[in-house]
């Protein structure tokens, strides 16, 4: 079965990091354009960051540029997500996807481009 697990979620204060994983079974992410989104209360779900398996090229919202970090490790079979001067504005609930028949030098930042989707964590920034 393939599933994608996300964890690291929690509540920090403002200007403190956190680390997100998400770790796959049932396949290999290495095939896979690997995405995060996150969606906020009563908010629509929105990209932040996804990372090509091509190139390790990697593309972020305007929103969290300079702040986070996306990665992958292969041997490990997990994407992380490194998140470093949080504010109350990136509260949500952070999921990761992954997409099969990804084009190189596509870039994936909608929902419906990813066939497979993680349950999601929780990241609760306090000011």
């Known amino acids: 079965e393939v599933q994608l697990q996300a964890s690291g979620g929690g509540l920090v204060q403002a200007g403190r990091s956190l680390r997100l994983s998400c770790a796959a079974s049932?396949?290999?992410?290495?095939?896979?354009?690997l995405g995060w989104f996150r969606q906020a209360p009563g908010k629509e779900r929105e990209a932040v960051s996804s990372?090509?398996?091509?190139?390790?090229?990697?593309v972020y919202a305007d929103s969290v540029k300079g702040r986070f970090t996306i990665s992958s490790d292969d041997a490990k079979n997990t994407v992380y997500l490194q998140m470093n001067n949080l504010n109350p504005d990136d509260t949500a609930i952070y999921y990761c996807?992954?997409?099969?028949?990804?084009?190189?030098?596509?870039?994936?930042?909608?929902?419906?481009?990813?066939?497979?989707w993680g349950q999601g964590t929780l990241v609760t920034v306090s000011s």
């Open positions: 996807a992954a997409r099969t028949n990804g084009v190189s030098g596509a870039v994936y930042l909608r929902d419906y481009e990813y066939d497979v």
């Open positions: 990372i090509s398996p091509y190139d390790g090229s990697a």
């Open positions: 049932g396949f290999n992410l290495d095939e896979y354009v």
